[in-house]
């Protein structure tokens, strides 16, 4: 559906346009605004077709689409406010949006597993992805099944993923989260073996006891061996800005390297 509407708006565009530069009919439109319009009005209608989820993606769809419609209606001296003056007067939108979203939270969450994508709650994977964009999240509330691999991508918030309530599988598995700012914690289980590498760009990190705080970029790595472990999670972690912490519940009980 959504190739389909992006198939309509370019050739609509290509349509408009072509009619205007080849003098068969002249809309008085120049071709940027009308992109703007269009821009913006994809990414309200992305926002408003999931549920208006996507609060910062409603605000900037607004913004953009405000300054090429009132750039269009000012050139055809329909209005007197221009592109221009939206575009100074258009930040409260958009900070009213990020307000909304932090408030609300970002509830689109997204699972890609084996190729296919599906929306719902947690459950088996070979080899999945899990993304949010802003709010809070705590994965792991509840039991969970971890087959292999596990990405986790996030924006804006606090974080928790708590492996300790997962039902995890004899094997090898890798363990990678990116977030941009904020809080993020993440509770390994006692009795496995890890393999940990934790960065953080500009804050604190915490890597089962070790610590580090600074502006200059952080990192440490961290191997955890168990004997006669049937499990191995290979964690790397990653965080732009705030405090990042790796914690052991139980404490560490094998050979920390």
Known sequence: MRRQIWGVILLVLGVLILLQVTGVYYFGLSFWPVVLVLAGL???????????????????????????LFNILSAAEVVTLTGNDIARYGWPVLLVAMGLAILFGD??????????????????????SRMRRIGDLYH????????????????VGDVVIDLTSAD??????????KTGIGEVTIRVPAGVNVEAKASVGIGELDLFGEQLN???????EKKIEIERAEV??????????????????????????
């Not at 549920?51 to 913004?63: D, Q, S, T, Y």
């Not at 790397?236 to 009980?253: C, K, N, V």
């Open 168 to 177: 995890i599988r004899p094997g090898r598995h890798r363990i990678y989260s």
């Open 42 to 68: 994809a990414a309200v209608w992305e926002s408003v077709s999931h549920g208006l989820k996507h609060w910062v993606l409603l605000g900037l769809g607004f913004w953009i689409g405000g300054i090429g």
């Open 107 to 128: 509830r689109g969450r997204l699972f890609a597993c084996g190729g296919s994508e599906y929306h719902g709650g947690e459950g088996h994977w070979w080899s999945c």
């Open 140 to 155: 792991g509330r509840t039991p969970w099944v971890l087959d292999k691999d596990f990405d986790f991508y996030h924006g």
């Open 214 to 220: 600074g502006f200059t970029g952080l990192s440490l």
């Open 232 to 257: 191995t999670l290979e964690i790397e972690a990653q965080l732009g800005i705030g405090d990042l912490a790796l914690i052991q519940s139980p404490e560490i009980q094998g050979v920390s390297r």
